[in-house]
């Protein structure tokens, strides 16, 4: 077909172009979910790129490149992947927030045991002092007072 032709196939191609885009995109679409959307853009337009060669051929068209910019959802589901994004931020947060706590409880009990331990070791040593506090008086005195032993 020649360009003449082309020129008086089709009355507006621009439309013709963006109607054969939106059905293949409206095709493929629904058959992903948003994240896979994102990583297979360039897969969707590939797709529309073979379409369009195929269709726009017939009219005299070559079509040499597809561009896919962006993928831009409605703003509910923005919104709603925002809310998903920050609900599960809080819950990490949560996470963290709940090890650190477990870390000072853990590190409390810890210098708790040390100090009751520490504390198990003064008595004791207390109680040897006055041990031997009282051996040494029981043996001063039974040196100094005749007729007993220690």
């Not at 196939?9 to 994240?35: G, S």
């Not at 597809?66 to 998903?84: E, G, H, Q």
């Not at 409880?105 to 002092?129: D, I, N, T």
């Amino acid at each position: 077909m020649n360009a003449d032709d082309a020129f008086y196939e089709l009355q507006n191609p621009q439309e013709q172009v963006q109607a054969y885009v939106f059905d293949v995109v409206r095709a493929l679409v629904p058959r992903m979910n948003l994240d896979e959307l994102f990583e297979q853009k360039g897969e969707v337009a590939k797709a529309v790129l073979g379409e369009l060669e195929k269709v726009m051929a017939a009219y005299g068209y070559n079509i040499e490149h597809i561009l896919m910019v962006d993928v831009i959802p409605d703003a509910s589901v923005r919104k709603a992947m925002n809310d998903i994004n920050a609900a599960q931020r809080l819950q990490l947060a949560s996470v963290y927030k709940g090890e650190a706590e477990k870390v000072l409880l853990v590190k409390k009990a810890e210098a708790e045991a040390e100090a009751k331990y520490l504390g198990g070791v003064g008595v004791a040593k207390q109680r040897q002092a006055i041990t031997d506090g009282l051996r040494e008086n029981i043996l001063n005195f039974s040196h100094k007072v005749e007729g007993t032993s220690a």
